[in-house]
């Protein structure tokens, strides 16, 4: 008897940048999927009026539908209007600046079990990384071939029946939606970060200014995304340490200005010993492949940028050029 293929349905939230997805979907046409008899769908939900490329051109190896998301809605709701218009069997979803390797398919698809739901491929860092790139790798790669808590949203693989029982994407929430998300799915069984397969973030933060200015949008949800839902012990520390470390920093200036020498002390050594601990982390991760310079220019601008963002996220909705 034939067999009868499978079919993966990647589906692509969009926003802005033309020529990171260009290069997203040029990866999935070269994915070597035909030793597992697996036909490709892409899905891009796009907040773009209209894509400037031609997408046909990219079609030869699978079907790409296309779909126009209104601009007020989050990247969840792109996320799960993708999904109603997916027909596959095996979902995987993308952010719109990732470069997968070639196996990536074959590699990942033998992971998924009746125990493991939900699995991801870790990050490398392109060629001529920058330190900052580098340094974003060494943390999304701190635990690697194991189960986790959560996975980052740019390149998760399950099946459709994982998605429908979770509950699919919360849309009431601008940022940290893989978070919750991926944690829903880990109600039903294991979520597996795998070194078998990786991929390329495209669009990396690769200057400091710039990537603190994406931590304020990303630290948005930060308080919103914990109603509803269990917070992981890994969780924890994510939450407390940028406003401890931020208005240790803040009070202890102010306390000194104003004379208060005691209290001044007391919230510099519980900024900095914030600081010492992540900086001690990440070097024992990175080293030597970052100095520590690098890594304390690191923290020194994320737990700010991620302190001033959770407050802003109790006002409006921040944007940037590529999400909303």
Known sequence: MQRTAQRCSFIIPHLGRENMLIDTLSSISLLDNTAIDIDIEVIIVTKNQALHFDVA????????HIVYAPQQVTISAQRNLGFAKASGNLIAFLDADISLASNWLTALRPLLTA?????????VASEHASPLEILRTELSNANVDCHVEFL???NLLMTRDT????????????TCEDYVFTQKVG????????????????????????M???????????????????????????????????????????FFVLGHSVLALLCMVAS????????????????????????IKFYGLYFPARTWGTILGLIKPIRTSSHS
Do not use: C
């Open 115 to 123: 125990q493991t739901k939900l699995v991801s491929a870790v990050q």
């Open 163 to 174: 998605f429908i029982t979770s509950g699919g994407f919360p849309e009431h929430l601008v």
């Open 152 to 154: 980052p949203g740019r």
């Open 272 to 295: 900095i010993g914030v600081l010492s601990l992540y900086v001690l982390r990440l070097v024992k991760l990175a080293s030597p492949a970052l100095s520590t310079v690098t890594i």
């Open 187 to 210: 109600e039903q069984g294991k979520l597996f970060y795998s070194t078998a397969s990786d991929y390329v973030h495209l669009g990396e933060d690769k200057e400091f200014i710039e």
């Open 212 to 254: 603190a200015k994406k931590e304020v949008w990303r630290g948005q949800s930060n308080l919103a995304s914990l109603k509803g839902r269990d917070i992981g012990l890994a969780e924890y520390p994510s939450f407390i340490a940028p406003p401890v470390f931020s208005f240790g920093l803040l009070f202890g200036l102010l």
């Open 57 to 64: 051109a990219l079609s030869n190896n699978m079907t790409i």
